[in-house]
């Protein structure tokens, strides 16, 4: 009985691993492309005013766009080939545990029967006020 529970138990792990590596693993190359090319600096500069009042670098908007359109796990695979300080991250990860992952999730809301707009206002509304508040503490 043990046996079969851990030998199902490291079949679920490395089917988990994979789902998760096929999302993490490429956004995590992007990443590190945008930066040899240049491109992230350009994004950076472009959104480093108002990355500021959160207390982020201008790079740190990659994490919170992928996070937000893509999936939680993209954003974080963004978040790891970044250079960050552990105020930074614990700044993104909280913002992003309010506001990951906007388009399915609103498909989820739209089935439950609760307004798609007003949800996604409250998320973004929170996830910014949010990493204001911690910008401040931290």
């Avoid at 529970?5 to 999302?23: C, P, Q, R």
Wanted: glycine share 8%; net charge positive.
């Amino acid at each position: 009985m043990y046996k079969e529970s851990a030998i199902n138990g490291f079949k679920k792990g490395v089917t988990t691993l994979w789902n998760l590596s096929k999302i993490v693993v490429p956004v995590y190359f992007l990443v590190i492309f945008l930066s040899y090319t240049g491109i992230l600096n350009i994004i950076s500069d472009l959104c480093e005013p108002v990355m500021n009042i959160f207390g982020l670098p201008g790079e740190a908007s990659l994490p919170l766009v992928l996070g937000n359109f893509i999936n939680l796990y993209a954003g974080l695979g963004a978040m790891a080939s970044m250079t960050l300080t552990s105020k930074q991250v614990t700044i993104l990860a909280i913002m992003l545990s309010f506001s990951h992952s906007l388009f399915l999730e609103s498909a989820v809301v739209k089935k439950v029967g609760v307004s798609v707009g007003l949800a996604v206002l409250i998320r973004i509304v929170l996830a910014l006020i949010l990493g204001i508040i911690f910008n401040l503490i931290l």
